[in-house]
């Protein structure tokens, strides 16, 4: 039933036409383009930090070869210090066969010597 009202109403009342309200197109005053020049301080200013960034990545490249050079040059340390340690193992292995009493024994019972152990002297760290 409401809605049987308000179709009464409706019809009752005349329909109201709104006229749009239509603005005028301002045009906004068209500013003149002025660029603002840099000043010789600031041309300055720009000039120094330019080469100091250029200055900060010449001192950074040259730290990067500079590290990576160093760390080429202790590789190399290394693997001399490695070599030289295998070299005094396989020299202190040498003397330990060279050494060993049954070796001493065999080569003087054949060549007709006596071995005295008392004689022998072992150096020894």
Do not use: W
């Not at 490249?61 to 295998?86: D, F, G, I």
Request: with cysteine.
């Amino acid at each position: 039933m409401v809605d049987n009202t308000a179709r009464q109403l409706d019809m009752v009342e005349p329909k109201r036409r709104e006229t749009p309200h239509v603005q005028p197109h301002v045009k906004p005053a068209a500013k003149p383009s002025t660029k603002v020049a840099f000043s010789p301080l600031e041309r300055l200013l720009m000039v120094f930090v330019g080469m100091v960034a250029v200055g900060f990545c010449l001192c950074y490249l040259t730290a990067s070869m500079h590290l990576a050079n160093l760390t080429r040059t202790y590789q190399n340390v290394q693997n001399q210090v490695t070599v030289q340690k295998r070299v005094i193992a396989d020299d202190k292995q040498t003397v330990g066969e060279l050494s060993n009493s049954d070796r001493l024994n065999s080569y003087a019972s054949a060549h007709g010597f006596a071995v005295i152990e008392g004689n022998i002297k072992h150096a020894v760290k």
